[in-house]
């Protein structure tokens, strides 16, 4: 038995629906104790298969998964989903609407063996006692959750999975919840995966991040680097809108038709390169007309125009804070504020 | 005040056969405790609950892997045998009967292959319980299996998942999590079942079991001059009653609708088992609805090759069907028109107008077929002798009966209106007229089409309503193959059975293969 602080070790799984498009293809990841990993990914990128294959509802090909040291799967191994220590919080959190909570939260114990003092704790902590005697259809999308994480929780399960579980709660419900369930999680010292398409929800929550891409992680790191220094075009894309812009490397810098740039990686070639630059690292001005603003949006409290090259139609998104005069048909012209920006793997 | 006035009179003609029953009873209420603690009516109601029992859990057993095999698996043509296993609902319990004594009977068609390949002598009685129980099931499950095929489409495996990732172990995840959730379902078609058994006359009468519905029947008939008619009828009353609190007490208790927005709807692969469950799946629609109609084609065919002639087979058969075509159709047209303006009133809200009137559309529910008639005929008889044996208490007896059929439907598709598309179309500056029209009457035809195709169905198949309310010398298919079949010419029965079978098949096949069932919900 292999026994480290890994609490979850997945090693080049393997899972298709159809054998020609593998679901998760050589899919690796490891979570330690009391860490909060979130695995991120767009729709149809495997998040489901992989919360599933790791609770036991699905088998997987090839590989292993291992939680606390024991193998759950592997090609010639399936251990069932009830007996696994992994806690699994559902999207829509799949509570039973025929019990009540006190039902709910019970339903995963031995009613002859079970700890009264740490469920009592539980229940405290997520403010559940007093929704006992109530029907799911009598909670609120906060409480539904709190509920599904108590049944969970009150199993210590060694890892807790959880699928987009604030998809369905309003925004400011979800940051609310979002701050509860951090202290909770802090507290308890639990281990979470956490599976989304959310990436505010993984940049605020996560310890690390792993990116998930056509079945596989194409970048782990912490939400620090994910955003700073994301090592490919799609992640850059989808965590911060961000402009990939193709450049000449020339005495140490990257020049490119907005400008020149700066990365700390270091390049031999003299080949194109592509690089990542934020909207928040550039700046509209009157001065020049070789861009047009197509689009205007105020967008968490700053303002994010898109400009078009008029030599080329490519589109720049740019953000700016503060009132200013621009607006949508105007031709203007581009500055650089942040000459820092990272490579990128386009392919 | 027209409206109130109308849902006055419409009340009282739907309670007019249980307020003139207990009228009756509590005017000789001594001679009414007399005649119940009566040992042959102690026997009659033995047997009733008996065989309402036994239905309803032989009926359960099939239903219940049935709709989840044809709705919820990769079962092979499981999109056609969702359709196919509906069929036996098509057959009036009493050519199921002719038909299964046929098959099954001591020396029916089973015997003759046994004996010819096994020289095995006749088969045990067909007759009385067990025959009884094997075709009431066989024509019945469909009630049962219609609902669930509903709930299994809606249900979410995701609570089975959450069940098991909850440590839960498959028995347990069956008993405390599929079983409740899919229960409420089972009751409601229980409940259906229950009072189709003992409502039912044909079957029983014909495999010789003794309920209630044959007690009166026999008593109105015999020498003894009525005795006990309505005693019995209000037993039934009684019996039909106690089995409606049962399920409103189930359907009150249950919780069984899904919150989830992301429901798992998946549909299971069985692997190789999909060509080993097929055949199981097929079984009850074989039985019941495949063989019956063979046995009919095997009459048809020999009927002719005996006679050397169709003229024997077709005897009278075309009015017959002009008949039965003609007052079904009436029927439905006016039973569902009622049905929808009474619908409309109970969704106005008119204080206790509304509720009488919601209340009373369900009272033929309670009321065996032979029940309502007898208290037709015996009301008309004593009051108002003019309409006697008319077809207006034919088409009375037929709204009494088949009202609660209609209004269900109708109901489910004028309440899922949602008030607020009404608001809409006053703001874009549709008037009142237009609005109903546009709103109520396009979103409720669904509804309202369905219901009057079951109401059509239930009235070409309905024997002891026909029987007895008919006027002098008017003939359906259904008192036709009855007037056979009662004096055991079977073979005689089959050219109007298939008929009959065709006109009430087609349209439960196309119901069952139309997205039409899913626009009423069910």
């Not at chain 2, 269900?408 to 598309?421: A, E, F, G, Y």
């Amino acid at each position: 038995m292999i026994k480290d602080n890994k609490i979850l070790q997945i090693e080049e799984i393997t899972f298709s629906y159809n054998r020609n498009e593998p679901i998760l293809d050589d899919f690796s990841i490891d979570v330690n104790e009391g860490e909060f990993v979130t695995v991120l990914g767009d729709s149809g990128v495997g998040k489901t298969t992989l919360f599933r294959a790791i609770n036991g509802l699905e088998k997987i090909e090839n590989g292993y998964i291992r939680v606390d040291g024991n193998l759950m799967s592997s090609s010639f191994y399936h251990l069932p989903p009830e007996k696994r220590p992994v806690g699994t919080i559902f999207q829509d959190y799949a509570l039973f609407p025929h019990f009540n909570v006190e039902k709910n939260i019970y339903y995963g114990l031995d009613k002859r063996n079970f700890d009264k003092n740490f469920v009592d704790e539980i229940v405290n902590l997520l403010r559940v006692e007093n929704l006992f005697d109530r029907y799911i259809d009598q909670l609120s999308g906060g409480q539904r959750q709190r509920v599904s994480l108590a049944r969970s929780l009150v199993r210590k399960p060694k890892l807790l999975l959880m699928d987009e579980p604030y998809s369905n709660l309003d925004k400011n419900l979800r940051q609310d919840i979002r701050r509860d369930l951090k202290k909770i999680f802090s507290k308890m010292g639990s281990t979470v995966l956490l599976i989304t398409h959310d990436s505010e929800e993984a940049l605020s929550l996560s310890d690390k991040i792993g990116y998930l891409y056509k079945g596989k992680i194409i970048q782990f790191d912490t939400p620090y680097e994910i955003f700073h220094n994301p090592l490919h075009k799609i992640i850059a894309k989808s965590i911060s809108n961000s402009n990939i812009l193709e450049g000449t490397p020339s005495n140490g810098k990257i020049i490119t038709k907005i400008g020149e740039f700066i990365i700390s990686e270091k390049i031999t070639s003299s080949n194109n390169i592509s690089i990542n630059v934020r909207p928040n690292q550039l700046s509209l001005d009157h001065t020049g007309n070789k861009y047009e603003i197509v689009e205007e949006e105020f967008l968490e409290g700053s303002q994010l125009y898109l400009v078009k090259d008029t030599e080329n139609n490519h589109i720049i998104s740019i953000s700016m804070i503060g009132e200013n005069d621009f607006s949508v048909g105007d031709k203007v012209g581009v500055q650089i504020i942040n000459n820092n920006a990272n490579l990128i793997d386009i392919s | 005040m027209l409206i109130i006035f109308w849902a006055i009179i419409f009340s009282i003609i739907l309670s007019l056969p249980i307020i003139y029953i207990f009228l009756k009873i509590t005017f000789g209420i001594n001679l009414f405790f007399d005649f119940i603690l009566n040992y042959n009516i102690l026997k009659i109601t033995i047997n009733s609950v008996l065989l309402v029992l036994l239905v309803v859990c032989l009926a359960t057993l099939i239903s219940l892997p049935l709709a989840f095999l044809n709705v919820r698996t990769n079962l092979p043509f499981a999109k056609y045998l969702i359709s196919i296993s509906v069929l036996p609902i098509a057959l009036p319990s009493y050519v199921m009967a002719t038909t299964q004594i046929e098959l099954w009977g001591p020396r029916g068609i089973a015997y003759d292959i046994l004996n010819k390949f096994f020289g095995t002598g006749p088969l045990p009685s067909f007759y009385g319980l067990s025959g009884s129980v094997i075709v009431l099931t066989l024509i019945t499950y469909p009630y049962i299996y219609i609902g669930l095929c509903a709930t299994f489409r809606r249900f979410d495996f995701q609570m089975i998942d959450a069940s098991r990732t909850l440590g839960a172990s498959v028995p347990k995840t069956f008993s405390k999590i599929i079983f409740p959730l899919v229960m409420p379902t089972v009751a409601s078609g229980s409940l259906l079942v229950s009072l189709y058994v003992l409502s039912d006359f044909g079957a029983v009468a014909l495999l010789r079991f003794n309920t209630f519905t044959i007690a009166i029947f026999n008593r109105m008939y015999s020498s003894i001059g009525n005795y006990g008619v309505l005693e019995i009828c209000s037993i039934a009353i009684l019996f039909c009653f106690f089995i409606l609190f049962i399920e409103s007490r189930t359907r009150s208790n249950s919780r069984y609708f899904s919150n989830s927005n992301t429901a798992n709807l998946k549909i299971l692969d069985l692997g190789y088992w999909r060509w080993i469950f097929l055949p199981f799946a097929l079984i009850p629609s074989i039985l019941g609805f495949l063989l019956p109609v063979l046995v009919l084609i095997y009459w048809f065919i020999s009927g002719v090759y005996f006679d050397n002639s169709f003229d024997n087979l077709f005897k009278n058969i075309f009015s017959d069907i002009l008949s039965t075509i003609l007052i079904s159709f009436v029927s439905a047209l006016i039973i569902t028109l009622l049905a929808t303006i009474a619908v409309l009133i109970i969704r106005k809200k008119i204080r206790i107008i509304s509720f009488v009137l919601e209340k009373v559309s369900y009272i033929g529910l309670s009321l065996p077929g032979i029940v309502v008639a007898m208290s037709l005929v015996f009301f008309t008889i004593n009051y108002i002798d003019i309409i006697y044996q008319t077809f207006i208490v034919l088409i009375l007896g037929y709204l009494i009966s088949f009202l609660p059929a209609v209004i269900t439907p109708v109901k489910s598709s004028v309440s899922q209106i949602d008030p607020s598309l009404e608001e809409a179309s006053y703001t874009l500056g549709k008037g009142k007229i237009m609005t109903f029209y546009n709103i109520i009457v396009k979103l409720s035809t669904p509804g309202v089409i369905y219901g009057g195709i079951l109401v059509f169905i239930l009235c070409l198949k309905e024997l002891p309503l026909t029987l007895i309310l008919s006027p002098l010398g008017f003939s359906t298919l259904a008192t036709s193959i009855w007037s056979s079949a009662s004096e055991a010419f079977f073979m005689d029965t089959a050219a109007a059975s298939l008929i009959l079978i065709l006109i009430a098949g087609i349209p439960t096949y196309l119901f069952m293969s139309n997205d039409l069932s899913k626009k009423v919900g069910l």
